[in-house]
């Protein structure tokens, strides 16, 4: 018994002396307890310190969503032939043409493409494959094969293929309607022809047009590298979803900026790859007219405000607009009683429409105002549209 309290009464006290050491250490080296201490601005009297916590420093990789993603997306290679006229030589002047007058020579791009489904539907951008006589696709596990054409969409830039070579790795499909600025996302596609390639990088704006690129604009902007045969790769998020089909970086000529380059929203691709799948090409709303942005200095001589309406440019005659009385100069102010704020929303909401549907335009003519009701029909494609301005 007396060995036991002899025991219990050291055991006490040593844990007193521990707890006395460990204060005293504390008390001197504060910075052992994992906290960084600033002096205070000196005003008067004794500074009191701020305490400052650590942030823990955590190491991230993105090796499991490109290993998810990576393997739906394929190198794109296509060639076309070019027919070009020759200079004809000084005989053929004197003797006739004893020499063609022209020659062909093939002309070889690439560029990249995502598998989105089991069937073998690959999206890319249209101008990855315009005028191509031949398409060949590459996997990532080395298999290559042609592809087809299912259809092509030049306003948006977005071209359908399809590969039939039995089981194809599929890219998931993310959403690209809660991206926010500053998130992280990373291309994938094959630069300069050196196969797969993996770039890390956040989204710098959403929402970007009047770029030029396309018809209906709305793109993502990002700063993660995008060079020539990226066109058609994937924009992938965080977890290895499709966010975006990457498509076009600013002119880097003569010291242009970097970092700046566009995708298209995922939203987007789905919506045009879905139309042309059913139908062959996308159904759009039209009236038959081409409007165009008022300046700050042209709204304010009209007495409107600025992105208050636009002005008609252009009209197809036998076009719904044309025949409702709408003539080019008139100014366009609002569509179904909303206000129109630029050519590219107005042009847009009328894509949106279906074919048969019944609205009405506000604006005036001759510094008249008016309103027609008008039936909105299937928008003819570019190249519709350019043989009846032709004509």
């Known amino acids: 018994m007396q060995n036991t309290r002899v025991l219990v009464t050291f055991l006490i006290r ?20 994992g906290e960084t201490t600033v002096p ?13 916590s650590r942030p823990p420093v955590v190491m991230q990789s993105f090796a499991d969503a490109v290993a998810r993603a990576a393997p739906a997306v394929v190198n794109i290679y296509t060639a076309r032939v070019v027919t070009e006229r020759t200079q004809a030589p000084a005989l053929n002047q004197l003797f006739g043409d004893f020499w063609p007058s022209y020659r062909q020579r093939v002309e070889r791009s690439l560029g990249s493409g995502v598998i989105v ?65 500053g998130d992280i996302v990373l291309a994938i596609g094959n630069p300069y022809g050196l196969s797969q390639t993996v770039t890390q990088g956040i989204v710098s704006a959403t929402g970007r047009g009047q770029l ?42 003569s010291g242009g900026p970097e970092g700046i380059g566009f995708a298209i929203p995922v939203n987007l691709v789905r919506g045009v790859m879905e139309q042309i799948l ?23 001589q009209l007495g409107i405000a600025a ?12 076009s719904p607009a044309f025949e409702a009385g709408v003539r080019p100069g008139d100014l366009i102010t609002s569509l179904s009683g909303e206000q129109v704020r630029s050519a590219q929303d107005l042009v847009s909401r009328l894509a949106a429409l279906p074919p048969g549907a019944q609205v009405e335009l506000a604006g005036r003519h001759g510094g008249q ?3 027609v009701t008008l039936k909105v029909v299937e928008r003819p494609t ?4 350019q043989r009846e301005q032709d004509q």
């Open 14 to 33: 040593a844990v007193i002396v521990g707890l006395a050491a460990a204060f005293l250490v504390v008390w001197w080296k504060p910075a052992l307890l």
């Open 40 to 52: 205070a601005e000196r005003t008067s009297g004794t500074p009191t310190p701020t305490v400052y």
């Open 117 to 181: 489904n089991g069937e073998g539907t690959i999206v890319t951008n249209q101008h990855v494959i315009a005028g191509a006589d031949s398409i060949r696709v590459q996997l990532g596990d080395g298999r290559i094969a042609e592809a087809t054409i299912v259809g092509q969409d030049p306003e948006t830039d977005i071209a359908i293929l399809h590969l039939g070579i039995g089981k194809l790795p599929v890219m998931p499909l993310g959403r690209s309607d809660t991206l926010r600025v």
């Open 212 to 253: 030029g690129l396309a018809t209906f604009e709305n793109f993502i902007q990002t700063d993660a590298a995008i060079n020539l045969g990226n066109s058609g790769g994937a924009l992938i998020d965080a977890h290895g979803d499709l966010v975006g089909i990457n498509t076009a970086v600013l002119n880097r000529a």
């Open 278 to 300: 059913k139908h062959g090409h996308v159904v759009r709303g039209w009236l038959g007219f081409v409007p165009q942005d008022l300046s700050d200095e042209q709204a304010a």
């Open 307 to 318: 992105g208050g309406g636009v002005t008609v440019v252009n009209i197809l005659i036998k």
């Open 369 to 371: 105002a008016y309103k």
């Open 382 to 385: 570019r190249q519709a549209q």
